[in-house]
């Protein structure tokens, strides 16, 4: 059975990687990751904040609830998906290294599952740094290097997962790009940021890094 469920993933991934976001979105420990990460940073109500990376939306609606989001993705069926789930939301086709915003517009910046996959993690990080007002935050969320199989098996254990569920967070673990804290903050030295927090979930798997921008 666990085969079925890791060719089902294979085969989306290559022929509809939008539709595999989108079943991925709305698993529940998925859900619960992002909700419980943006829960942590205490963010004020109806701060103005520039999601990037939005993919169909998984944060989207939960984030248009309390704030003024705007939500972007370079994939135009992406935003295409999200705007059909979320037509109320602000969302628009956009490159993480070229975001169309003036300067110091947005009170936060966050971006989940981006900074470890973009090519040129220093310019992304630039880019964040001149869209977010000064002393704003911008919040990074990616896969942490250093957990590892048996780190997997402890926490599918406790979380006691079945199915497309279990498999798509085994999947995650195995494809993802993953990125070290330490290479984290040598690209943060580069920019004017400072680490305000880190965060990590799901057992360690992931780190949730919010740092405040100074312009």
């Given at each position: 059975?666990?085969?079925?469920?890791s060719l089902?993933?294979?085969?989306?991934?290559?022929?509809?990687?939008?539709?595999?976001?989108?079943?991925?979105?709305?698993?529940?420990?998925?859900q619960g990751?992002?909700?419980?990460?943006?829960?942590?940073?205490?963010?004020?109500?109806?701060?103005?904040?520039?999601?990037?990376?939005?993919?169909?939306?998984?944060?989207?609606?939960?984030?248009?609830?309390?704030?003024?989001?705007?939500?972007?993705?370079?994939?135009?069926?992406?935003?295409?998906?999200?705007?059909?789930?979320?037509?109320?939301?602000?969302?628009?086709?956009?490159?993480?290294?070229?975001?169309?915003?003036?300067?110091?517009?947005?009170?936060?910046?966050?971006?989940?599952?981006?900074?470890?996959?973009?090519?040129?993690?220093?310019?992304?990080?630039?880019?964040?740094?001149?869209?977010?007002?000064?002393?704003?935050?911008?919040?990074?969320?990616?896969?942490?290097?250093?957990?590892?199989?048996?780190?997997?098996?402890?926490?599918?254990?406790?979380?006691?997962?079945?199915?497309?569920?279990?498999?798509?967070?085994?999947?995650?673990?195995?494809?993802?790009?993953?990125?070290?804290?330490?290479?984290?903050?040598?690209?943060?030295?580069?920019?004017?940021?400072?680490?305000?927090?880190?965060?990590?979930?799901?057992?360690?798997?992931?780190?949730?890094?919010?740092?405040?921008?100074?312009?």
């Amino acid at each position: 059975m666990d085969y079925f469920y890791s060719l089902q993933i294979f085969l989306l991934s290559l022929f509809q990687p939008s539709k595999l976001f989108e079943k991925i979105n709305a698993l529940p420990w998925y859900q619960g990751l992002l909700e419980e990460w943006v829960e942590d940073n205490n963010l004020p109500e109806k701060s103005h904040v520039l999601e990037i990376g939005s993919a169909t939306g998984a944060l989207s609606h939960y984030l248009a609830s309390k704030h003024k989001l705007v939500s972007v993705d370079r994939s135009a069926k992406m935003i295409k998906r999200a705007k059909e789930k979320h037509s109320y939301i602000d969302f628009r086709v956009a490159d993480a290294l070229n975001l169309p915003f003036d300067d110091t517009v947005f009170d936060v910046v966050l971006a989940s599952s981006l900074i470890n996959v973009v090519d040129n993690k220093q310019e992304a990080l630039d880019e964040m740094l001149r869209v977010c007002k000064k002393d704003g935050k911008v919040m990074l969320l990616f896969p942490l290097e250093g957990f590892d199989d048996d780190d997997l098996l402890k926490l599918g254990s406790k979380m006691e997962l079945k199915g497309f569920s279990k498999m798509a967070l085994a999947m995650w673990h195995k494809l993802a790009k993953k990125m070290s804290l330490e290479s984290l903050e040598l690209l943060l030295k580069e920019s004017n940021f400072k680490i305000l927090s880190t965060q990590t979930y799901l057992g360690g798997m992931v780190a949730g890094v919010v740092v405040e921008a100074h312009v």
